[in-house]
């Protein structure tokens, strides 16, 4: 078998987070999205894979209420503070907002009152509109449900009815189809059918069960075909056009559907698909609302644990049958461990902070199923494939005892009981799956028997355990099993790790180096070392024959929490408690990559033995599934480089062809500043420059101009350059209106390194200039260069002639010295030389007088 090649990165293709906290929430007109509210902020969740699309951060305010517009394009939500705020779903800003003096559960319908401005089809859906009356039906919490007259214009004849039949808080209404019956449940544990046309009590259904929701189930659905079978199979008479069927759920956490004729329960659940391990919980167990899904989807059900329960219609070969299809988690709380199950490692199991582990399918990160039966907190869990196929998982919990469950067929098939603390720790045998070991709190570390169990036993059996040994003076927090089961190596909260000979577990060696507790270790899938990953920031390796310590890796910020091999042992990934996920490479002791995708502390780790990728989950409940990069990293730079090489051939073409608007915006989109500035340079040296180069600038984008602001920001502190800087930024500030450009991004840091410079090149010019007037004038009068014909200098008169005067004078001096003896000639040229220096200082100080 070739060996594998490194990973240089991974990507996280899938995400897993909280979106739904309880309280409100509305789904799509196609079902295909849900809008729910988690804390002050509304969530917009894909109902195919639970993952948020996007979220709207909201004020300090719990949201009561909310409502979607028919077309999905607004949003109204709705909180305690009377606030309605109308929200645009493209741009997630709000669009409008006022204030109602009514509030509560009465708010859902005054929202949809208000999208009623938008179109009249909502209206239609959820009010009857008979007679030009508008009405609108109302709960509250004096048992009573109000129906109004909303076009009534004298305030004191609003109120049409009062419907005061309930002896209990009214929890729920609905509507039939035709407007004309009116449903209420409550929660003294009934349902009354109203009739709107005189607002009598038609029939009162006793459900014994505390309700929380109501429905009608609409004609043409797949669930009214479902009830027209139930009626065949019980031999009833053909059902009446007046008959009400309906939906209910409460506390119980079953479905049931109803027959207003005669109350009759058409169906009910055998069992609920709700887990609760404790009778204390009450509280958490049971349905809060329900909502039937558009085009024939289902039935959406909210537990009081924050879960989406679909329930579909699936026609079977003897009969039809109402079965859960979809699980979505909307919290997961803190996640303590998690594994793939599967040879395929199609499904995740995690275990949270609860008495359930929860299956996930990777693909669609919708809870497939759940193990329950633990009392306490599940802490750990393993996972194998038995030799006959099954699916085998292992748990170990704060009731001290561990379970052993056939996630094939979803039952627990053993249990084994002996620790006296925690179970932090369980690992299966990698090679004969005949059985597995566990570490506790208790400081002992158990090896338990699988033999003689039957993976198809409907009854959980004892577990024996084959021996026991107390390892460590402190708790035990992780386990690892050697690939071919002849070693277990345990890690514990006294900073050192121990590795023991199977099946007795005789002590082979102590491995001793860590300062603080181990909470990680691993065997190498390769070699004779171990991995233990420490809360002293470390990873080391140690060899199994001596016990001395190969490698440290150092890199993390705070404790590693776990690190697991891959690339069979050439490298491993490790997380910690600062949420980062590293990828390092075990020859060169290098890091290579590091990821930040988790807010609080990374507990659990998860590597697939087929696929290797990699699931990480932590204090933030969020679960991140991550996928090799690396080969389409290698091949999205291959084709990067390509398309570049492509475009720069471009651009020269189009230089050659003096295509200069063309050649400006490639070069912007290339990233390359000096072939920018070069096709500026080259546009000022023509005559038609400013018509070009407005051309070219009238063809870039605000982002095209956030970068040409940066390009002449850094061209404008060169000499050499600034020239160029300064007349094109002359015609861009003459093309772009003040509007335009103080929406370019970071303009201000922008125009604070643009000013300082231009002020300075502007103060030299001017010195510049008044420098080669004087320079000029001094040249043109010394006739060392001839003036300009029309150029005229302003000369005062006077001074003018005193000049031709002097001049003349020292011309006459000059002849005269001439006519003296010759020995005397040395001494007179000196005499000439000052006299001419001081002409020329006198011509100065006029020139400078002028």
Not at 348 to 375: F, I, P
Not at 812 to 828: C, F, I, N, V
Request: proline share 2%.
């Amino acid at each position: 078998m070739a060996p594998q090649s490194l990973k240089k990165s991974y990507r996280c293709s899938r995400s897993l987070k909280q979106f739904y906290s309880g309280g409100p929430f509305i789904v799509s007109s196609d079902g295909s999205f849900i809008v729910c509210a988690c804390g002050d902020a509304i969530n917009i969740v894909d109902a195919s894979d639970s993952s948020v699309k996007s979220t709207i951060e909201g004020e300090s305010d719990t949201l009561t209420a909310l409502a979607l517009s028919p077309d999905d394009k607004l949003l109204f939500s709705g909180g305690h503070s009377r606030q309605i705020r109308v929200w645009d779903l493209e741009t997630l800003k709000c669009i409008r907002t006022w204030k109602l003096e009514l509030i509560g559960k009465s708010l859902f319908g005054m929202l949809m009152v208000v999208s009623a401005l938008i179109t009249s089809k909502v209206i239609k859906e959820l009010f009857r509109v008979s007679c030009s009356i508008l009405m609108l039906t109302k709960t509250s919490d004096d048992a009573t449900v109000r129906v109004w007259d909303l076009m009534a214009k004298n305030t004191e004849k609003k109120c049409l009815a009062i419907l005061d039949k309930h002896f209990s808080a009214v929890s729920s209404i609905a509507l039939s189809e035709d407007g004309l019956t009116l449903l209420t449940a409550g929660r003294d544990k009934v349902v009354n059918v109203w009739d709107l046309h005189d607002y009598s009590c038609k029939t009162t259904v006793a459900t014994y069960e505390v309700l929380e929701a109501v429905t009608i189930v609409s004609s043409g659905s797949p669930f009214a075909s479902f009830i027209a079978s139930l009626d065949q199979k019980s031999k009833k008479k053909k059902t009446s056009s007046q008959e009400t069927h309906f939906i209910t759920l409460g506390e119980r956490g079953v479905v049931r559907i109803w027959k207003s004729e005669g109350s009759v329960c058409l169906y009910e659940q055998k069992s609920s698909d709700i887990t609760v391990s404790s009778d204390d919980e009450e509280s958490k167990r049971g349905f809060t609302a329900a909502a039937m899904l558009p085009s024939d989807r289902g039935l959406l059900c909210v537990t009081a644990d924050q879960q989406f329960f679909i329930y579909s219609i699936v026609e079977n070969v003897e009969e039809p049958e109402l079965v859960l299809s979809k699980r979505l988690v909307g919290y997961n709380e803190e996640i303590s461990d998690m594994k793939f199950l599967g040879d395929e490692e199609q499904f995740l199991a995690v275990a949270t902070n609860l008495e359930e582990v929860r299956v996930y399918d990777v693909a669609t990160m919708s809870c497939s199923y759940v193990l329950a039966g633990h009392k306490e907190v599940v802490l750990s869990l393993d996972t194998c494939v038995s030799s006959s196929g099954n699916v085998l998982v292992v748990t170990g919990s704060k009731d001290k005892t561990v379970r052993l469950w056939n996630a094939t067929s979803q039952s627990c098939i053993g249990v084994g009981t002996g620790h006296n603390g925690d179970i932090l720790a369980v690992a299966f045998a990698k090679k004969s799956f005949s059985f597995f070991v566990s570490g506790s709190g208790d400081r002992t570390l158990k090896v338990w028997s699988l033999d003689g169990i039957s993976e198809d036993s409907e009854e959980p059996i004892n577990l024996k355990t084959r021996s026991v040994v107390a390892a460590h003076d402190k708790d035990i927090n992780s386990v690892a099993v050697a690939r071919n089961d002849s070693l277990v190596c345990t890690g514990s909260e006294d900073r050192t790790a121990s590795i023991w000979r199977l099946p007795d577990l005789v002590h082979v060696v102590t491995l001793k180096g860590h300062k603080r507790r181990i909470f990680s270790v691993e065997f190498s899938p390769v070699d004779q070392c171990v991995m233990t990953a420490s809360g002293d920031k470390t990873v080391k390796i140690w060899a199994i024959s001596d016990g001395s310590c190969l490698k440290t890796f150092e890199g993390h910020t705070s404790s590693v929490l776990r690190a697991s091999f891959i690339t069979d042992g050439t490298q491993f990934v490790s997380c910690g408690a600062d949420g980062l996920l590293k990828l390092w490479n075990v020859n060169t002791s290098e890091c290579i990559a590091t990821y930040d995708q988790h807010e609080d502390k990374v507990w659990a780790l998860a590597v697939g033995k087929k696929t290797e990728m990699v699931a990480t989950g932590g204090g933030d409940a969020v679960i991140n599934i991550w996928h090799d990069s690396t080969a389409s990293d290698k091949e999205d730079e291959f084709r990067k480089e390509e398309e570049t090489i492509l475009r720069g051939q471009e651009l020269e073409n189009a230089v050659l062809d003096a295509e200069y608007t063309k050649a400006i915006r490639l070069a912007f989109e290339l990233r390359r500043p000096h072939k920018v500035y070069e096709l500026f340079a080259g546009l000022c040296k023509k005559r038609e420059s400013d018509d070009q180069i407005v051309k070219a600038l009238q063809g870039l984008e605000q982002e095209e101009f956030r970068l040409l602001f940066e390009y002449l920001r850094e061209w404008n502190t060169k000499p050499n350059r600034c020239h160029i800087a300064q007349f094109v930024l002359y015609q861009t500030f003459n093309i772009l209106p003040p509007t335009e450009i103080v929406q370019v991004k970071g303009i201000g840091e922008l125009l604070e390194g643009l000013i300082p410079y231009s002020q300075r090149h502007f103060n030299r010019m001017d010195r510049f200039v008044r420098s080669s007037f004087l320079l000029d004038y001094t040249l043109g009068e010394m006739s060392v260069i001839d003036p300009e014909a029309e150029t005229e200098y302003p000369k005062d008169k006077k001074i003018e002639e005193e000049f031709i005067a002097s001049v003349s004078a020292i011309e006459q001096e000059t002849e005269a010295d001439q006519k003296t003896p010759s020995r005397k000639r040395k001494s007179q040229k000196s005499k000439d030389r000052s006299s001419k220096k001081r002409l020329v200082a006198e011509a100065q100080g006029n020139v400078i007088a002028v």
